[in-house]
């Protein structure tokens, strides 16, 4: 497995100091105490007790080595290492996963891998928890000391390894390799992509991986880190047993310059372009050498760098309004290209052909950001907000989730970094932060300005033609406005927002239905809405609605796309007077969140507020039907998006792909797409028709609360039961056609053939038969990874989704795979073979292992008010009541042999099957 070596921005590195982290439902611990050591040998291990959840265990084994320490001859052989540690060894000849194979443990669940361009790491959650730690810590010693690499071993891989190589290949690779090459240009990077190259993977000899292997896997150059339900005195034990008598070997001397940058002063114009791709945007980068401060002075200096980011994302929003029509936002990126070097760039989205226009503007917020810097005052809030912050953190002990702490410790260890305990990290914040001045943001600013690497990259949308600006002719530009009188950033507007506009929607509940067992009551408003309020602690101290209709964007009365736009926008908008920013402070400050969805056949309004806020959650609704308004900047960004995706799509491979796959599966397109004229005809007026007709049609709403009923009665009839209702739009059905079909098309810039397979069987809904459904997927898609991979050989990674649809009560499935062109007819026949024989292969041991899984999961989804919610609407999307609440204790009942083998006849029917195969271009027939 490969992972991307470009590092994320600094700004989430900082903000994770000042964020509490996304808590999950489970068991939270708090902060365990860390056991560190290293071997005589050199390995190092961390050691991190979190008994929360009992039996428990997370091992990483990272070896510090990856593709930029591989040499000229061994183009992706770090990586081809990583996948041949799992076959003989000298204990397991038969292979190492082989041999766990046996014991039960499988691919991607249990163990793992990764490698990029630095490092190598092995992960392993045995199935057994804690009782498996002694086979995964033999396994791993196995597989970083002892492994054979032998030549027929890796002969046989280097198909699985091919196949990974062709599955990454497509647009987002090739613009990443573009960008790679602009930014970490003077440095190992470009040339040493992880993967390799199709030839080297097709010829690299075993010798290269066994000299990669003896240089690199050593002792001295690896670590451990364990988390879980252990004792670190016994886990100390085991390490030194399976790993202590492994010799220390010396390790070449690597230096800076395998991992930086050669800065320069120079100008560099790059085109970034692909056919397939539609960013449409100029930008201007800066490369900087960022050595690390000494540790007094790293974190003030990492808190430098987060407020100017911060500060400086604010007031590039104010000027947001003041930036050309075709141009959209300007926004601050930066990131880590190096060990020490990183990219700090201003980018600006415009529309196809008016990149001049664009990169003026760059270039006059870059001078107008020389000259004025950032303001104080935008420096002062920024503080304030990470004070804010920090009190909170400071003022409670931190507690997290398994799975959160594996996630927070796992990142600080494999960046050789500390990890700092939030409350920590609070303290020092508070006490660095009086001292950083608005003279301390706008020197850091300045020197990232002006330093004198620079890059400028014009991201050319499809396959339209431009001619882009030399150096000299840039420089010129840079010259004639710096010589512009500019004036600073508008100040941030610092008055309160105007108060929401004040509407009579009032009406009256005028019936009650009460559903004793499930906890549930059904009521009818004036309007004729319906309101289905499910009374549960699982909701503590919030209020969660949503609200249905029969509107979807395909209704006869709308036009499609205008009615998608114009929901989405409606919802990023404010009443008339405020801005999209506006309403989304407002949201804020009333700690509430309100969303619209609208899709072919129904429109859904989500959201959820504290319970004493569920009258501005009330309030917000409600004005999307009496004030619907729409923000002109988010109506401009939507244009450009469409404008850039209309050019990518002309003479498009991708957009030809789409256009077959519709025909083949529906016989023709759900909606006809704008054309440019149309795009840019479009006005405000327009949108707001069709969001007229959308909002009329009658509402049930589901709200989940636990409050008292005459307080939800009285916000209920105040803000919604008098909203005006017509009548439910009628849509014309879009589905999937019955009958076989098949298509291949010449379609791929690439050498690889992408394979999707659909079917479908007509099935009415139950919940019972989607959990059949359900299992039978998870075994059928095992079955599939067995044909396809492991036997055949053919692809690393293949997609298997099939569900009962409960609104058009279809068992559908897809399954999407890439191979080479030669084998894909051979593999797609062995697909569609494994889906016949998987209900045969389905024994009674395998559907007992997926119940026991059914039923641990079932208890983690019972106290999950989200899937509770969404059953609630299901139930009375098929049984209007609250019916399925009442079954869910006895799904499990479903789980029969019989019951999963019936479902997994039809998950493939080849009287309803389409297959689509798109191979290179150069194998056209």
């Avoid at 220390?248 to 114009?269: D, G």
């Avoid at 339209?464 to 530009?477: G, H, M, N, V, Y």
């Avoid at 923000?631 to 939507?638: I, T, V």
Wanted: aromatic share 6%.
């Amino acid at each position: 497995m490969i992972r991307k070596g470009i590092h994320s921005l600094c700004v989430a590195l900082c903000l994770s100091a000042f964020s509490p982290a996304v808590q999950s439902e489970e068991t939270r611990s708090p902060l365990p105490v860390l056991t560190e050591g290293t071997l005589a040998n050199g390995l190092g291990y961390t050691l991190v007790p979190v008994h929360s959840d009992k039996g428990r265990i997370d091992i990483r084994l990272g070896v510090d080595a990856g593709s930029l320490d591989e040499t000229d001859a061994q183009s992706g052989v770090a990586h081809m290492v990583e996948h041949m540690v799992f076959r003989a060894s000298e204990a397991w000849p038969e292979g190492v996963a082989e041999a766990l194979a046996k014991q039960g443990w499988k691919r991607g669940l249990h163990y793992n891998a990764v490698t990029n361009y630095e490092r190598t790491q092995y992960m392993m959650s045995p199935p057994n928890g804690t009782k498996g730690l002694d086979t995964s810590l033999n396994a791993l010693a196995q597989m970083v000391a002892h492994a054979r690499l032998t030549q027929t071993d890796l002969d046989d891989e280097r198909k699985i390894i091919l196949e990974e190589w062709r599955g990454k290949l497509g647009v987002a690779t090739r613009m990443n390799a573009q960008r790679i090459a602009a930014l970490r240009d003077g440095s190992r990077y470009p040339q040493r992509v992880t993967i390799g190259s199709e030839d080297a993977i097709n010829t690299m000899p075993a010798t290269q991986l066994q000299a990669f292997y003896q240089r690199w896997y050593h002792p001295n150059n690896m670590r451990l880190m364990i988390i879980g339900d252990i004792k670190p005195a016994d886990v100390q034990e085991l390490i030194v047993r399976h790993f202590g008598a492994l010799p220390s070997v010396a390790l070449p001397e690597r230096t800076l310059a395998w991992y930086n940058q050669k800065l320069e002063s120079q100008l560099r114009v790059v085109r970034l372009q692909d056919s397939e791709s539609g960013g449409s945007q100029v930008s201007w980068v800066n490369r900087i050498d960022d050595p690390k401060a000494s540790d007094d002075g790293e974190y003030r200096h990492r808190l430098i760098n987060q407020i100017t980011l911060s500060a400086l994302t604010r007031q590039l929003k104010r000027q947001r309004d003041l930036l050309p029509t075709s141009v959209g936002n300007v926004v601050v990126r930066k990131s880590d290209i190096g060990r020490t070097t990183v990219a700090f760039g201003l980018f600006a989205d415009t529309l196809p052909g008016e990149h001049s226009k664009a990169l003026d503007t760059l270039i006059r917020e870059r001078e107008r950001l020389i000259r004025f810097g950032v303001s104080e005052k935008d420096v002062e809030n920024v503080k304030a907000d990470i004070r804010e912050t920090a009190l909170k953190m400071k003022a409670a002990p931190e507690k997290r989730a398994f799975a959160d702490w594996v996630q927070m410790l796992a990142i600080a260890w494999q960046n050789r970094n500390a990890y700092v305990p939030t409350q920590t990290r609070a303290v020092r914040a508070l006490a660095e932060l009086d001292g950083i001045t608005a003279a301390d943001i706008n020197t850091r600013l300045r020197s990232w300005l002006q330093a004198p690497d620079q890059l400028v990259q014009f991201s050319i949308p499809g396959k339209t033609e431009a001619s882009l600006p030399d150096a000299a002719a840039i420089e010129q530009r840079v010259q004639t406005i710096a010589a512009e009188k500019l004036q600073p950033t508008p100040a941030e507007k610092t008055t309160a927002l105007a108060p929401l506009p004040v509407r009579d929607t009032a009406g009256k509940r005028v019936a009650v239905t009460r559903f004793a067992k499930e906890k549930v009551e059904e009521w009818t408003l004036s309007n004729g809405d319906r309101v289905v309020w499910l009374r549960t602690p699982l909701a503590k101290n919030t209020v969660r609605v949503n609200a249905h209709s029969q509107a979807g964007y395909l209704s006869q009365g709308l036009v499609a796309w205008q009615a998608q736009l114009a929901s989405q926008l409606v919802d990023q908008s404010g009443p008339a007077g405020w801005s999209s920013a506006d309403m989304q402070r407002w949201k804020a400050d009333n700690a509430l969140s309100l969303s619209v969805t609208q899709e072919a056949w129904s429109l859904e309004v989500s959201g959820q507020s504290p319970v004493d806020k569920i009258d501005a959650l009330f309030h917000r609704y409600q004005l999307l039907h009496t004030d619907a308004n729409i923000d002109a900047d988010s109506m401009k960004d939507s244009i450009m998006s469409l404008a850039r995706r209309q050019v990518m799509q002309q003479g498009s491979l991708s957009a030809e792909r789409s256009k077959s796959t519709v025909a083949l599966r529906y016989g023709k397109p759900a909606f006809t797409e704008p054309t440019e004229a149309e795009l840019l005809s479009l006005t405000v007026k327009d949108l707001l028709a069709q969001w007229q007709t959308t909002r009329r049609a009658p509402v049930t709403w589901f709200i989940l609360a636990d409050m008292p009923a005459d307080k939800l009665k009285k916000s209920v009839e105040h803000y919604l039961a008098g909203i005006v209702r017509d009548k439910p739009l009628n849509a014309a059905p879009w589905l999937p056609l019955p009958g076989q079909r098949e298509q291949q098309e010449a379609l791929n810039i690439e050498p690889k053939a992408d394979v999707r397979l659909w079917s479908f069987s007509e099935t009415p809904w139950s919940p019972e038969k989607a959990v059949q459904v359900s299992i039978a997927r998870n075994l059928a898609n095992q079955q599939l990874k067995t044909a396809l991979r492991d036997d055949a050989r053919g692809v690393y990674n293949l997609l298997f989704n099939s569900e009962l649809n409960d609104k058009d009560n279809r068992i559908e499935s897809e399954l999407r795979f890439t191979t080479s062109s030669e084998r894909a007819q051979e593999l797609a026949v062995r697909a569609e073979q494994a889906l016949k024989d998987a209900p045969g292969q389905i024994t009674a041991q395998m559907v007992d292992n997926e119940r026991q899984a059914f039923r641990r999961t079932e208890q983690t989804r019972a106290q999950d008010i989200t899937t509770v919610q969404r059953r609630l609407i299901l139930s009375y999307r098929h049984f209007n009541s609250p019916e399925y609440l009442s079954r869910l204790n006895t799904l499990d009942q479903a789980i029969t042999l019989e019951g999963v083998r019936a479902m997994a006849e039809r998950l493939y029917n080849p009287d309803n099957r389409v297959l689509y195969t798109v191979l290179p271009q150069e194998t056209q027939p």
